[in-house]
């Protein structure tokens, strides 16, 4: 399809360029995958799901506070895409990272896959967070969320409509009201969730597949599911109107000892393997505990004593804290590593790092440690994101802009992106010596300001937006001063129409 919208395939190899090693997939062994269903979806069929894959990001984006750190982004849909790309050609249309301590994942119909933050806390393991991602490819794989038949229609539509209300519901932080509010709507979708005991074996079954086809141990599956199932019995009280990954995929005992006795079937990770996956976790879990706020000064610096993940997460925090002098004792720690050690924490050290000389506005040491990254790892969104904000920072808005246009055209869903070019163009038009060049630049600052209302739900902002850049370049081209403006007019009014078809778009 030829829409401005149309997510890009990433392809395999291009995910292969991230920096924690080659995960070769193990071989596939005597295990098949089961048949894939519905390959043969007809256009009309695609593209009623690519529309309502992307009226569901829209509205979950407007409703619920998510992780927006790039690394942690990158990190998770690393994982996310590997597995993925072991049973589909597609990749999934976003991820999303819900900020929310309660353990949840899904997939919304048109290939939007969530996670909490809370799952990411409360796994033990990167192979444990990728068991509950890859039963959640596994449904989106198996199109369990799609179906052309008309009988089965209201119900999908009855499964968005109250995921999104329950996942608005357990965003309300400790809004017992509003929560109370959502608390039926929750109960309808609970019921309609609920998906068929075959369903959620398969998804088990499948899911084990692609963790062990993408070299992640599907071992970590029943473990994590016991996990999971105790907590939930233990806060049953406290998450009555929450929706949970329990909630939604009823964890009985023959499902988890049916996954249990199928996980003995694999055998385990390498030594080797083991040992990447644990450190990178590591990272993760306490960049999650940091950018979210959940970390004290007392538990990072305790356990930053065992772990180099806290300690990162400590040198972010002082930063952030403008304990600068205490951060630079971290870094000088850091640098006194091996040289191999060092590599291994990379790019995150260099970014956190580039994070604390943010914080003291030395922009262009900030670019420089970015810039080394970058040039190891052009294909790393997260490079370029905390890259482009150094630069424009830096007065040097249009390399920044270079480096962020490629992302929106691969992810036109991409709201950081988005805001980071408006932000770009808004300094170019402050510091342009051509009137027309800052005339370009102001126009387009507001073109780039309304697709991330566009990708928010804010359709009424957005066409604002768009009516304000349209007016300036009429008033540009009335003027003649420069040929420019009718190719960005054609945009514009292109634009206009796009974010229209979205407002009036009903599942
Ligand atoms: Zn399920």
């Known amino acids: 399809m030829t829409n401005a919208h149309t997510t890009k ?25 089961p048949s894939l269903q519905g390959q043969g979806l007809s256009f ?42 072991q049973v589909r050609q597609q990749a999934p249309l976003a991820l999303v990272i819900i900020d929310n301590p309660s353990i949840n994942a899904f997939a919304a119909p048109g290939g939007v896959i969530g996670v909490n933050t809370g799952t990411i806390l409360a796994a033990n393991s990167m192979d444990e967070l990728a068991s509950v991602i890859a039963h959640e490819v596994a449904h989106v794989s198996q199109r369990h969320y799609e179906s052309g038949a008309d009988e089965r229609k209201k119900a999908l539509l009855m499964q968005i409509g109250g995921m999104l209300a329950a996942i608005a519901a357990s965003a309300v932080d400790g809004d017992a009201a509003a929560a109370v509010m959502m608390g039926s709507q929750t109960a309808t979708m609970n019921s309609s969730m609920a998906f068929s ?70 055998p385990p990770l390498s030594l080797n393997q083991q040992q990447r996956h644990q450190a990178l976790f590591d990272l993760l879990y306490w960049r999650v505990q940091v950018m979210g706020q959940h970390a004290s000064e007392t538990s990072l610096t305790t356990a930053a004593k065992n772990s180099i993940g806290a300690k990162l997460a400590l040198m972010y925090w002082y930063g952030e804290q403008q304990r600068f002098d205490d951060a630079e004792t971290l870094m000088t720690e850091f640098q006194r590593l091996t040289a191999a050690k060092r590599q291994a924490l990379e790019p995150l050290l260099s970014i956190t790092y580039s994070q604390v000389l943010s914080e003291q506005g030395k922009w262009q040491q900030a670019v420089d440690v970015l810039q080394a ?12 994101l905390y890259l482009a904000e150094a630069l424009t920072q830096n007065n040097q808005p249009t390399q920044a802009q270079t480096l962020l246009k490629p992302l929106t ?13 408006q932000l770009a163009n808004e300094k170019i038009a402050k510091t342009a010596t051509s009137s027309s060049v800052a005339d370009i630049a102001t126009i387009n600052a507001l073109r780039y300001r309304s697709y991330d209302q566009l990708w928010n739900a804010r359709y009424e902002s957005a066409l604002t937006s768009l009516t304000q850049a349209k007016q300036l370049a009429e008033k540009m081209q009335a003027s003649t001063q420069s040929s420019s403006a009718r190719p960005l007019l054609a945009n514009i009014v292109q634009e206009i129409k796009n974010v229209k078809t979205a407002k009036d778009y009903k599942p």
């Open 373 to 384: 990254q970058q040039r190891l790892y052009p294909e790393r969104r997260d490079l370029r």
């Open 44 to 85: 009309a069929d695609q593209y009623q799901t690519k529309l309502l894959g992307e009226w569901s990001l829209q509205n979950i984006n407007g409703r619920i506070k998510m992780e927006h750190d790039p690394w942690i982004q990158e990190t998770i849909k690393d994982m996310t895409w590997r597995m993925n790309a």
């Open 409 to 421: 055209q691969q992810q036109p869903s991409d709201r950081y992106a988005w805001q980071s070019l």
């Open 197 to 266: 005991r075959s369903n959620e074996r398969e998804a088990d079954r499948v899911g084990m597949q692609i963790m062990n086809q993408a070299g992640y141990d599907p071992r970590a599956m029943p473990r994590f599911f016991a996990t999971m199932n105790q907590k939930s019995q233990l806060n049953q009280v406290e998450n009555q109107f929450l929706p949970s990954f329990v909630r939604s995929h009823p964890l009985s005992n023959e499902r988890l000892s049916d996954t249990q006795s199928r996980a003995q079937r694999y």
């Open 9 to 33: 395939v990433s392809t395999p190899a291009a995910l292969a360029t991230t920096n924690y090693g080659s995960w070769q997939p193990s071989r596939a062994q005597e295990l098949k995958l």
